[in-house]
């Protein structure tokens, strides 16, 4: 089941005590600005339609104040790849109306004046998404004249995947591995003498699926 199907049946105590827990924290100690709703559906409802979840809980409980951005062609998905919405302005109507505020993808600059015209969508709710966009690109100064002048104005596109980043992602990638258990200090492998290792099972030569399709262009090698 890949995350664009899957159906996350979870209770609402696991929810509490394992999964909100991370993302509660990033909004009220970290201050984030953009939140982005998941591909995936939890106890039957999609990510990115979840009333309960962006608006009463993120919005409502937690006070986030940032954006909602749907992950890329996710509201679509939910006509194009599951039952949930019947036609693509149902999609949209579901998104916006459950909290989202811009999407990744096209279907709503194309299908949002269809699902307001139908009555699905109503007015009030596309002010409040504007409003949530704005605000957060009025707090990073981007109405206060040039903006290559802010402090990140000037970043280009030659720091993209540059030597002290792929460094930095490495050490990232070291300190976030987790070994579960090394018995009798079996790791790391000797590197003397004859070692034969079998990698076996499904991913075992899968390095897109190892290595995720959000990758860029940063070159991963193994020491």
Known sequence: MDRYHFDAQVTVQD???????????????????????????????????????????????????????????????????????????????????AGVDVECGHVSLNIALSALQQGILDESVIDKALFYQLSVRMRLGLFD???????????????????????????????????????????PFSRQGNLTLAVIGPHANSTTDMLSNYKGGVLLYYE
Not at 165 to 177: N, S, V, Y
Request: with cysteine; proline share 6%.
């Open 15 to 97: 929810l509490e005590d394992s999964f909100t827990p991370a993302f509660k924290s990033y909004v009220e100690e970290g201050r984030a600005s953009g939140l982005m709703c998941s591909y995936n559906r939890i106890n039957g409802v999609p990510a990115c339609a979840s009333y309960p979840f962006l608006t009463q809980t993120v919005r409502n409980t937690w006070g986030f104040d940032g954006y909602i951005v749907s992950d890329c062609g996710a509201i679509l998905d939910m006509q194009r790849l599951t039952p949930y919405a019947a036609t693509p302005e149902d999609a949209v109507a579901y998104a916006f109306n």
């Open 145 to 187: 004249g040039d903006p290559k002048q802010l402090p990140y104005g000037a970043i280009g596109v030659n720091q993209l995947c540059s030597n002290a980043h792929q460094e930095l992602a490495l050490e990232a990638a070291r300190q976030g591995t987790g070994l579960l258990k090394n018995e009798d200090a079996t790791l």
